[in-house]
């Protein structure tokens, strides 16, 4: 079964560093997401992105925050300056359009912490 | 105001017990809703999509009333492997939205 990989699975980073979360999605999907879960608290939706550009993105996904699909298979996340409340799980996930919301497939996760 | 609501549990249970999850949700114009399951530190994986007519896998069965703006979950016969948190969530425009999960322990 097609999988979307995420790399690293664990990432440690200083307060103001700036990190890049990497995702590949399934390669016959065209919708992209990140989604982040804060240790203990519900998976909260960061953006979507749609024939090379951001389609959707929530009050979370300030300037702080990127995405990027550099070579047509990477989906990258970029955070600048990483602050202490930016620790957490961020998932990435690809979309099967033709099943709508009913065909989403997550990786596994990247968990961020922030010291 | 909370889109989606859960029961955060625990609901501590035997094996063999049946055990029923209920959500709220705000929004009555949504469309589609399902119910993820989520273990610890890992990813939510797709259990069961919701429908107003009822929808059966096995031992589990959901259930949505559109006019109560109210989602269930059913789990029958329950399992040590049925053991994790269990995600109401709600599509909207092809993203979704979670309810923060009702945690279940099955014991021996």
């Known amino acids: 079964e097609p999988e979307v990989t995420q790399t690293p699975s664990h990432q440690v980073t200083q307060m103001g560093q700036e990190v890049i979360l990497r995702c590949v999605p399934i390669s016959n999907h065209l919708y992209f997401y990140w989604y982040r879960q804060i240790l203990g608290q519900k998976v909260e939706f960061l953006v979507s992105f749609y024939n090379n550009e951001i389609s959707e993105k929530s009050e979370i996904f300030d300037d702080q925050f990127s995405v990027e699909r550099p070579d047509g298979s990477n989906f990258t996340l970029k955070i600048r300056s990483t602050k202490l409340e930016d620790s957490a799980m961020y998932f990435c996930?690809?979309?099967?359009?033709?099943?709508?919301?009913?065909?989403?497939?997550f990786g596994s996760g990247t968990r961020l912490t922030v010291v | 105001r909370k889109e989606v609501e859960q029961d955060p549990g625990p609901f501590n249970v035997p094996e063999g017990a049946t055990v029923a999850f209920n959500c709220t949700y705000s929004?009555?114009?949504?469309?589609?809703f399902f119910w993820y399951r989520q273990d610890c530190r890992k990813e939510p994986k797709l259990l069961m999509s919701?429908?107003?007519s009822g929808n059966e896998d096995g031992r589990f069965t959901a259930q949505l009333n559109r006019a109560s703006q109210y989602i269930s979950l059913l789990i029958r016969d329950s399992k040590l492997s049925d053991s994790a948190t269990y995600l109401c969530?709600?599509?909207?425009?092809?993203?979704?939205?979670f309810g923060k999960g009702t945690k279940l322990s099955v014991k021996p």
């Open positions: 996930a690809s979309l099967d359009q033709d099943r709508g919301s009913y065909g989403y497939t």
């Open positions: 969530v709600r599509g909207s425009q092809g993203n979704l939205i």
């Open positions: 919701v429908y107003s």
């Open positions: 929004n009555s114009a949504s469309q589609s």
